[in-house]
């Protein structure tokens, strides 16, 4: 899910990730890490359920030139996370990874909360925002440019991780 605000309302969108594999690794004292992690959503698919604006963020994202938009992770001890999330009165640890959108790469610093793990996997929410210009973006300015999309854009993605065999 994503969220953005223009002049004239707020809006929201939802996009599913491709899928992605998790390289895990023992680092030592049965400890387990995730070394990588590439995540990745189609441009073309976001969908905020406005066929035009849908049509101005793809034109804005480039999507025919550069149709993914990646995020990067690497290096996450999940004892940690889970540790600082019971530590934590909200609930929430800090959670950094690397955001490609076209053809720049930045740091994001998002939050994760809301975990629950069962034994079928984890499932938690990550929460960050953005800013368009860090990517080079011109936002849609639909309605001869009275309406204008601000350059922040907030991010919140459920993500579900369920362990099970290879296919």
């Known amino acids: 899910m994503f969220q953005g605000t223009s002049t004239l309302h707020d809006f929201s969108g939802n996009v599913r990730c491709q899928p992605f594999r998790i390289g895990v690794g023992d680092p030592g004292k049965g400890k387990r890490i995730i070394r990588s992690a590439a995540v990745s959503v189609l441009a073309d698919e976001m969908d905020t359920g406005n066929k035009s604006r849908d049509r101005k963020m793809r034109e804005m994202f480039q999507s025919d030139k550069f149709p993914r938009i990646e ?22 640890a800090p959670l950094s990874f690397t955001l490609k959108i076209r053809d720049i790469e930045r740091p994001v610093h998002a939050v994760a909360g809301n975990f629950r793990e069962s034994g079928e996997g984890v499932s938690f929410d990550v929460e960050y925002s953005l800013s368009l210009k860090d990517y080079r973006l011109v936002p849609p300015s639909p309605f001869f440019g009275i309406v204008r999309v601000d350059d922040k854009v907030s991010v919140k993605t459920s993500i579900r991780l369920e362990t099970g065999g290879t296919k």
């Open 71 to 92: 995020g990067v992770f690497g290096g996450i001890d999940p004892e940690s996370i889970r540790q600082e999330l019971r530590r934590s009165p909200e609930g929430k």
